[in-house]
């Protein structure tokens, strides 16, 4: 899951040459995702993981790192599969 997301990162959104994105690196903080690559990153997710990302749940404490996003994803997939 991790990887997916980075590689999405750094292919697709960054507007600058990214070697590595760390596991805790400030995406947001340190320029890596804009607003623009926000919404980029979410319509990739819904897509890849096949989630529905609720306007109220794109905050910084969900999207701010590559951790938190994955702790976020896992939460709605565990959702997914108890219904």
Do not use: C, W
Not at 49 to 74: G, R, W
Request: hydrophobic share 40%.
């Amino acid at each position: 899951m991790n990887e997916k997301i980075i590689s999405y990162i750094k292919t697709e959104i960054s507007m600058s040459p990214l070697t590595d994105i760390e596991f805790d690196e400030d995406l947001l903080g340190n320029g890596i995702v804009d607003s623009l690559g926000m919404v980029k990153l979410t319509v990739f997710l819904e897509r890849e993981f096949k989630i529905k990302i609720a306007p109220e749940d794109m905050t910084v404490e969900n999207f701010n790192t590559i951790q938190s996003i994955s702790h976020y994803l896992s939460e709605k997939l565990d959702q997914a599969k108890n219904k």
